[in-house]
């Protein structure tokens, strides 16, 4: 296995790359679902983006409307999604660009935490242990959010973050395993 310091210096590349983590603790779990994860660290978020704001305009929500979701929740849904996707909130964009430092395509350092974080596409989670994940009362307008990201099976939803804790986690780039 090789460490942290081995795979920083190792990690230039660009383009579509496949990083694989395994055995991933998830904080969202409380850290008792564990399982093995493969993304995409080269995937095009902003291609993500283009193709899913053309989705969303397409969308006729009075196709999809059933029992649980009406078509005036629907429409404002729809409404709320398009304009997230096409103008983002600045101040949250604006507060991540020093919390973090850029190592390479789809791996950054965080300042606060310490923690090397992966993002990309995910392409396949093989759930190890199953994990017990706490109950969420979400509003219904973010539930007709979630109906309409399902039904559209909308690109930008399958990207990820994961937190790869030092000493925890062991990550596969392109066949070697570091020991993070």
């Known amino acids: 296995m090789k460490n942290l310091n081995n795979f920083l210096n190792s990690f230039n590349f660009g383009g579509v790359s496949f990083v694989s983590i395994k055995e991933y603790s998830s904080d969202s779990s409380g850290n008792t679902e564990v399982s093995n994860v493969l993304l995409n660290v080269g995937a095009s978020y902003e291609k993500a983006k283009e193709k899913d704001i053309a989705r969303v305009k397409e969308l006729d929500v009075k196709k999809i409307a059933n029992s649980d979701f009406d078509v005036v929740l629907l429409k404002k849904a729809k409404e709320e999604m398009l304009k997230s996707l096409i103008s983002p909130s600045e101040n949250r964009s604006n507060g991540q660009k ?17 923690n ?14 199953k994990g017990e994940r706490k109950t969420v009362n979400s509003k219904p307008l973010t539930l007709a959010k979630k ?7 909308l690109e930008t939803a399958k990207f990820r973050q994961y937190k790869a804790v030092v000493n925890a986690e062991k990550v596969v780039v392109r066949g070697d395993t570091f020991e993070m």
């Open 116 to 129: 090397l974080l992966i993002w990309g596409k995910l392409v396949r989670k093989d759930v190890l242990v």
């Open 98 to 114: 020093d919390a973090y430092v850029q190592l390479a395509n789809g791996i950054k350092f965080a300042l606060n935490t310490e």
């Open 147 to 153: 109906f309409i990201t399902k039904a559209l099976d």
